[in-house]
Nanobody, 131 residues
């Protein structure tokens, strides 16, 4: 059973930066896609970035495009989310999720993935953007 662990959350001022890490208990190359989701209080969990095992460009939600960058280090079994120019509405619990299969891979590329697309989840990391 794959285990995912997020780290790097915290409190940051508006306009600041933060990098989240998602470390897997086994090779990230075994999983067709790894995504970042976030859930703000009272809101549904939303997908914000997805990166595939094939190494193509990540897919981003419009809300984070141009500010967030997803990347992976296969040697470390880790996926990162670099977050720049953070805003108060970025405040949320951030989760990474992983799954397998060609359908998931395609959904990751197209940005059509959803919560139920993924089988494995981390415990989440709190990110708070406030002055």
């Amino acid at each position: 059973q794959l285990q995912l662990a997020e780290s790097g959350g915290g409190l940051v001022q508006p306009g600041g930066s933060l990098t989240l890490s998602c470390t897997a208990s086994s090779s990230t190359l075994d999983y067709s896609g790894i995504a970042w989701f976030r859930q703000a209080p009272g809101k549904e969990r939303e997908g914000i970035a997805c990166i595939t095992s094939s190494g193509g460009s990540p897919n981003y939600a419009d809300s984070v495009k141009g500010r967030f960058t997803a990347s992976r280090d296969n040697a470390k079994n880790t996926v990162y989310l670099q977050m720049n120019n953070l805003r108060p509405d970025d405040t949320a619990v951030y989760y990474c999720a992983a799954g397998r299969g060609p359908t998931l891979h395609a959904m990751c590329v197209m940005g059509s993935y959803r919560v139920h697309t993924f089988d494995h989840w981390g415990q989440g990391a709190q990110v708070t953007v406030s002055s």
